[in-house]
């Protein structure tokens, strides 16, 4: 049998929620509240690695690859700074939506309902993003090699995901989903958190060298997430190919 990332259950999940993607109070109200720290992290860590100097367009001639894109909502901010971005999802659902988000938006970015395995576009990426993916897909070590494979030598790959750990299984699951109610029930599953070592082993077998990694912490004081050392519950890891 071939192998495959694809988790149909995973992508009907989210395919029954696509309307509502762009709406900030809707049931991808975290991630909206998330996109800030997401999009500074990555742009500085961007423009750290190839000298960037242009700040009205920073990641101006930059290609982004958005793996597990949604509906946009990390792919158009990456197009506002400047670059060439293509975000592909393996719900065609999510795909429509991203598409037809553009008519508002008026950006250029080329979306493609496929997984890594399956993309078939002849060029290799200067940045490529797993962002909130990692822990929603099957053979987690073939996502990552394909995803490498996509990779330019010397390219960067950010990976942001929930630790498998008794706290992010209290804050993540029984917070976020039953009590707080900030993600609808289901969303995620426990065994499917990715512990960091596990994905720095899987980079190194792909030629991914962990640059850092940092925790995410949300303030309820300040209703914002910030970087932490706590990698104990959300975690975003920086790699790059050798």
Request: charge should be positive; aromatic fraction near 10%; hydrophobic fraction near 40%.
């Amino acid at each position: 049998m071939k192998r495959t990332t694809i988790n149909k259950e995973e992508i009907e999940k989210f395919s029954e929620i696509a309307e509502e993607w762009w709406d900030p109070e809707g049931k991808f109200k975290p991630l909206h509240k998330f996109n800030p720290v997401r999009i500074k992290y990555i742009k500085e860590s961007i423009i750290k690695n190839f000298k960037i100097n242009n700040n009205k367009v920073p990641l101006n001639n930059i290609d982004i690859l958005d793996i597990g894109c949604g509906g946009g909502l990390l792919t158009e901010p990456m197009s506002r700074l400047g670059a060439n971005v293509t975000g592909i999802d393996a719900s065609l659902k999510n795909i429509k939506i991203a598409q037809a988000h553009l008519k508002k938006s008026k950006l250029k970015i080329n979306y493609q309902c496929s997984s890594p395995e399956n993309f078939k576009l002849n060029k290799k990426f200067d940045v490529i993003l797993n962002m909130e993916i990692v822990e929603h897909v099957d053979d987690l070590e073939l996502f990552i090699k394909k995803s490498s494979e996509l990779l330019k030598v010397n390219g960067l790959m950010f990976v942001a995901t929930l630790n498998k750990t008794l706290k992010s299984f209290i804050f993540a699951i029984v917070g976020a989903e039953y009590i707080l109610r900030w993600l609808p029930i289901g969303t995620h599953e426990w065994e499917k958190f990715v512990e960091p070592s596990k994905l720095i082993n899987y980079g190194k077998e792909c030629s991914l060298k962990l640059e850092k990694i940092d925790g995410i912490q949300f303030n309820p004081f300040r209703n914002k997430w910030h970087l932490s050392d706590d990698k104990s519950v959300n975690y975003i890891a920086e790699f790059k190919k050798f």
